[in-house]
């Protein structure tokens, strides 16, 4: 029996690339600390209470945006979708520099503006969701850039140093988050689940809309479900890191050409490989140009771009 008939026999791969990669990046900075001897007080702060929750922030929002990036493209039924195409990620940003305008002092209040804006952009998605699979991309894409326009309106209304805040939380940022890693881990572990529980519908659901009918799938609830599930996990991701491309792009097309198109072996992959990809990405922006970090979204579109080109191509040959 081999993985793609077996996805339950990826979980030990998985989790131990995971212990892997996670601990080489605890050690990975401007300086080198050893995780299993940090040496002195400082050395051991640094790795476990500015490392550590980094590390469980940056896996767990990497996985979240995979899960959505693969939910939504089998519920649009295009492989070009990803987390922020219906225009959630721009909510998102809408209330993350509307709250910073408001209270230019207060960090951690983009946090909360950003969860406030997505929440809204998922109620006006949701309103579309009964016009079916070509128009609510259509109204996703004005959306987006209805969002888009009002983000630029209050980016120019900003002062300097709130312009440099904002561009930067746009780019990705994962030091700052108001979500403690832990509870995005389970956020992360609660959406795995789900889509789990809904990965043989999935599977019917490729088969085109009136096969899936015919086999006892209630399509209609199942977009509901999925487009609801979808935008609450980029609204979860928004929050804790600001708007982070290609992960949930790639990531999805990447698990299905190694592991096949059935969704319990694509969403398992997709939930760890996601997460692996932002902790290397994330390990590599802070220590390209250290003392100072890129932002992480840079590191991803460099990878994510020629990793999608080279699927694609490789799908057309």
């Not at 040496?39 to 990497?62: K, Y």
């Not at 980029?234 to 592991?259: K, W």
Request: aromatic share 8%.
């Amino acid at each position: 029996m081999n993985i793609r008939e077996n996805p339950w026999l990826l979980l030990p791969v998985l989790l131990a690339a995971s212990l892997l990669v996670g601990g080489l990046a605890l050690g990975m900075g401007e300086h080198w600390i050893n995780p299993l001897s940090p040496g002195d007080d400082m050395a051991s702060r640094i790795v476990w209470e500015l490392r550590w929750p980094r590390i469980l922030t940056a896996f767990a929002v990497g996985g979240l945006l995979a899960l959505a990036g693969a939910w939504f493209q089998v519920l649009l039924g295009n492989p070009l979708a990803e987390p922020y195409v219906l225009g959630v990620a721009g909510s998102a940003a809408v209330g993350a520099i509307s709250a910073m305008a408001l209270f230019p002092d207060a960090a951690w209040v983009m946090s909360i503006g950003a969860f406030i804006g997505a929440w809204v952009g998922i109620a006006v998605v949701l309103a579309f969701a009964h016009l079916g699979t070509a128009r609510l991309l259509l109204a996703g894409v004005v959306l987006a850039a209805f969002w888009g326009a009002v983000l630029m309106l209050l980016i120019a209304l900003l002062p300097e140093r709130g312009v440099v805040r904002a561009y930067a939380w746009m780019m990705g940022d994962l030091s700052n988050s108001l979500l403690p890693g832990w509870s995005l881990l389970l956020a992360w572990a609660v959406a795995l689940a789900c889509g789990l529980l809904l990965s043989l519908s999935l599977d019917k659901l490729l088969l085109g809309e009136k096969h899936a009918e015919a086999l006892g799938v209630d399509v209609y609830r199942l977009r509901r479900q999925l487009l609801l599930l979808a935008s609450a996990v980029t609204a979860i991701a928004v929050t804790a890191a600001g708007t982070i491309g290609f992960v949930g792009l790639v990531v999805p097309h990447l698990m299905r050409l190694l592991f096949g198109s059935l969704h319990r072996s694509v969403l398992i992959a997709s939930a760890f490989g996601g997460g692996l990809l932002l902790i290397m990405a994330d390990s590599a922006a802070r220590m390209v140009i250290a003392p100072a970090e890129l932002p992480v979204g840079v590191l991803t579109a460099m990878i994510g771009v020629p990793v999608f080109l080279w699927l694609l191509l490789r799908r057309t040959s």
